[in-house]
Antibody
Framework: QVQLQESGPGLVKPSQTLSLTCTVS??????????WSWIRQPAGKGLEWIGR????????NYNPSLKSRLTISVETSKKQFSLKLSSVTAADTAVYYC????????????????WGQGTMVTVSS | DIQMTQSPSSLSASVGDRVTITCQAS??????LNWYQQKPGKAPKVLIY???NLETGVPSRFSGSGSGTDFSFTISSLQPEDIATYYC?????????FGQGTRLEIK
């Protein structure tokens, strides 16, 4: 059974770059028709989709609200995909989730069917 | 961006009650809508996909309906373990967007 696990620093200073990695276990990152997304949730608030990457890395889609600061990449051999968000401010403080999205002929197309447990990132000096 | 408006934002109901949450999209999204349940401290879990399809393993007391701009999510008989926040999510257009959530409590 596929599982996702986020990792990275829990504290980032303002103006620096937030870097997180999601590791896929129990299955192949490159098998099947899936995209791999990042989603965040400030404390006590709702969910915001950050962006996604295809298995091959050939396609990335970013939320326009974050696009100028955002890079999502994939390392298939390591079964990992990563998020880099630059020039962070306190507004970027949130729980960050990685998630799998079905695409194309996959079941649950457009739905996030597997999620990591989430990692809290605080932006503070 | 497509705006997703959920109502109510919070709801208190008794065990056994029928509970309905609505979600309205700012434009036609066909049936490209999913519903999630999020319990405190946990990641969301998909319950309903494509507006009305029950995800495998999800109890049949959960259901969804609607198309176009107006959708609803129903719990036919509320159970104590259903206490959570529920979100709708559209995938018709990027960026994907979620409703603001409906917090469900037991009366």
């Amino acid at each position: 059974q596929v599982q996702l696990q986020e990792s990275g620093p829990g504290l980032v200073k303002p103006s620096q770059t937030l870097s997180l990695t999601c590791t896929v276990s129990g299955g192949s990152l490159s098998r099947g028709t899936y995209y791999w997304s990042w989603i965040r949730q400030p404390a006590g608030k709702g969910l915001e989709w950050i962006g996604r990457i295809s298995t091959s890395g050939s396609t990335t889609n970013y939320n326009p609200s974050l696009k100028s600061r955002l890079t999502i990449s994939v390392e298939t051999s390591k079964k990992q995909f990563s998020l880099k968000l630059s020039s962070v401010t306190a507004a970027d403080t949130a729980v960050y989730y990685c998630a799998r999205e079905g695409v194309g002929a996959a079941p649950l197309k457009g739905a996030f069917d597997i999620w990591g447990q989430g990692t809290m990132v605080t932006v503070s000096s | 961006d497509i705006q997703m408006t959920q109502s109510p934002s919070s709801l208190s109901a008794s065990v056994g009650d029928r509970v309905t949450i609505t979600c309205q999209a700012s434009q036609d999204i066909s049936n490209y809508l999913n519903w999630y349940q999020q319990k405190p401290g946990k990641a969301p879990k998909v319950l309903i996909y494509d507006a009305s399809n029950l995800e495998t393993g999800v109890p049949s007391r959960f259901s969804g309906s609607g198309s176009g701009t107006d959708f609803s999510f129903t719990i036919s008989s509320l159970q104590p373990e259903d206490i959570a926040t529920y979100y709708c999510q559209q995938y018709d257009n990027l960026p994907f967007t979620f409703g603001q959530g409906t917090r469900l409590e037991i009366k």
